[in-house]
């Protein structure tokens, strides 16, 4: 069974970048068949999409609003993914969330596992 | 980019009553990539529906999921206790994800 596990600081000072780490474990990350994601939830607020990647093709996705200071990418050595995000702000606080997308079934493109999710404040 | 709108925002109701919960986009989209999730508190999200009406693994069949264009509904036939939550719905456009505001569902 798929798990995944996000780890990184749980306090970062503004302009700084966040760096976290979603761990996959019972499958690899390198598979054909997923997307791999990251989803935010500000506190007391609504899921906010930040970006997919798909490793077989290396495409990247990111939501418009983010897009210029959002990096993801994939580890296989690690069978990890990875999110940073620059500059941030308060605004950045928030539970970050990684995800597994399947890519070609009948669930493709939706949510289908999630790790337990991480909080992250942005203060100095 | 798609948005999602959700409505009602809160919706009191008693364990046993039936949900209705509706989800409107700003323009036509393949029905085929609208989820729905349910999320507790403390918790992450759960899919429940995928593809406007199928559900996802392990959930009950008092949930289901209808519509195309740009409205969909998601019902809950009737509410356990358990289904008190927030529920949230997605899709999937053009190498865009969004999510609606939430639904929250809460006991009256």
């Known amino acids: 069974q798929l798990q995944l596990q996000e780890s990184g600081p749980g306090l970062v000072k503004p302009s700084e970048t966040l760096s976290l780490t979603c761990a996959v474990s019972?499958?690899?990350?390198?598979?054909?068949?997923?997307?791999w994601g990251w989803i935010r939830q500000p506190p007391g607020k609504g899921l906010e999409w930040i970006g997919n990647i798909y490793y077989y093709s290396g495409g990247s996705y990111y939501t418009p609003s983010l897009k210029s200071r959002v990096t993801i990418s994939v580890d296989t050595s690690k069978n990890q993914f990875s999110l940073k995000l620059s500059s941030v702000i308060a605004a950045d606080t928030a539970i970050y969330y990684c995800?597994?997308?399947?890519?070609?079934?009948?669930?493709?493109?939706?949510?289908?596992?999630w790790g337990q999710g991480t909080v992250v404040t942005v203060s100095s | 980019e798609i948005v999602l709108t959700q409505s009602p925002g809160t919706l009191s109701l008693s364990p046993g009553e039936r949900a209705t919960l509706s989800c409107r986009a700003s323009?036509?989209?393949?029905?085929?990539?609208l989820a729905w999730y349910q999320q507790k508190p403390g918790q992450a999200p759960r899919l429940l529906i995928y593809g406007a009406s199928s559900r996802a693994t392990g959930i009950p069949d008092r949930f289901s999921g209808s519509g195309s264009g740009t409205d969909f509904t998601l019902t809950i036939s009737r509410l356990e206790p358990e289904d008190f939550a927030v529920y949230y719905c997605?899709?999937?456009?053009?190498?865009?994800?969004?999510f609606g505001q939430g639904t929250k569902v809460e006991i009256k």
């Open positions: 995800a597994r997308l399947p890519a070609y079934s009948s669930s493709s493109f939706v949510f289908d596992v």
């Open positions: 019972g499958g690899s990350i390198s598979s054909t068949s997923y997307f």
């Open positions: 323009q036509n989209f393949g029905s085929s990539y």
């Open positions: 997605q899709q999937y456009g053009s190498s865009l994800w969004t």
